[in-house]
């Protein structure tokens, strides 16, 4: 009933700090960051701090079925996002997620040197 009321957004106006919240309606965490590549348009998914585990983790953006000004809703339930990868360096790299939105936290450079 409540989701009614909230307003849907695209993925380019997520913000730091907004809940993620599995189908079965558990809080698991805060977004952190944005995993996108804002200039071809390609969203990777939505990284968020666990709220028990206290690391970061990459929900895909198959799993994610709604955004609003509120959350992030999952379309999976909690038991299936606990199974989530770690979010860590190697993303970035992997997904050729250099220099978007605000991945200076990191503290990585991004060449060969």
């Known amino acids: 009933m409540g989701r009614m009321a909230e307003e849907q957004i695209a993925w380019t106006a997520v913000k ?63 038991e299936t996002s606990d199974r989530y990868e770690e979010f860590e360096q190697l993303h970035v790299s992997r997904l050729g997620l250099s220099g978007i939105f605000r991945w200076k936290h990191f503290g990585w450079k991004d060449s060969d040197e």
């Open 16 to 78: 730091t700090g907004e809940s993620v919240v599995t189908s079965d309606g558990t809080n698991i965490g805060k977004v952190v960051e944005v995993a996108a590549l804002a200039r071809e348009d390609i969203f990777h998914g939505i990284v968020f701090e666990h709220a028990h585990r206290r690391k970061h983790y990459l929900a895909p953006a198959a799993d994610i079925g709604l955004i609003t000004t509120e959350a992030v809703h999952l379309s999976v339930d909690g």
